[in-house]
């Protein structure tokens, strides 16, 4: 089993609608979590970061963590054509180490 | 903040020559580097891990004589892709991790050997 699982898609929404986002973990361990998006031949653009769990908002983008269910979510409201990119989740324990998990992506487009 | 640049973006060369890329924290500290490969339409894969001042760290089946990897400083690690062929031919980006628990990447460099 992966450390971390995420759903590679496609996926395809209308503009304007809500993106739901997931990635699910095996290690408890975690308490660092990561959301970045990618957009074709650039490089990973860190979106959000939180720790432990809890929500945090960042204008149009929700980070949730749930550690007790092992899942993380990235919402996106109100969807826009510039959001189309491959949205990474990544991870890490606590604070030694260098070890970082990475998803292995979920390939959005969002449709004008 | 939390600016890494690589240089260059994209390099051409012939089949025997060596590469070197550079990737520089602007504005932070990097006490960790990592390097990541991409292929097409692919997720990241970690090459290698490195420390300023010391040896980097290599992810299993990555050439350590091939991919040689410098961090001579808390802002700038170097790879250097030794006699390339055209399967080393790839998007490679860096990454860099502060003081924080997370890492902030370059643009990236695409490497083509002819």
């Known amino acids: 089993q992966k450390e971390v699982e995420q759903d590679p898609g496609p996926l395809s929404v209308p503009e304007g609608a809500i993106v739901s986002l997931n990635c699910t973990y095996s290690?408890?361990?975690?308490?660092?979590f990561m959301w970045y998006r990618q957009y074709s031949r650039k490089g990973p653009e860190l979106l959000m970061y939180t720790y432990s769990s809890g929500n945090k908002e960042d204008g149009r983008f929700t980070a949730q963590v749930d550690k007790s269910s092992k899942y993380i979510s990235l919402f996106i409201r109100d969807s826009q054509p510039s959001d189309s990119a491959t949205y990474l989740c990544?991870?890490?324990?606590?604070?030694?180490?260098?070890?970082?998990?990475f998803g292995t992506g979920t390939s959005l487009t969002v449709i004008p | 903040g939390a600016v890494v640049s690589q240089h260059p973006s994209r390099v051409i060369c012939k089949s025997g020559t060596s590469v070197k890329i550079e990737c520089r924290s602007l504005d932070f500290q990097a006490t960790t580097m990592f390097w990541y490969r991409q292929f097409p339409k692919q997720s990241l894969m970690l090459m290698a891990t490195?420390?300023?001042?010391?040896?980097?760290?290599?992810e299993q089946g990555v050439e350590k004589d091939k991919f040689l990897i410098n961090h001579a400083s808390l802002t700038l690690s170097t790879l250097t892709v030794t006699s390339a062929h055209p399967e080393d031919s790839s998007f490679y980006i860096c990454?860099?991790?502060?003081?924080?628990?997370?890492?902030?990447f370059g643009p990236g460099t695409r490497l083509l050997v002819l």
């Open positions: 990454s860099a991790r502060g003081a924080s628990e997370t890492q902030y």
């Open positions: 290690n408890s361990a975690f308490q660092y």
């Open positions: 990544a991870m890490k324990v606590g604070d030694t180490g260098n070890q970082f998990y």
């Open positions: 490195s420390n300023e001042g010391s040896k980097a760290t290599y």
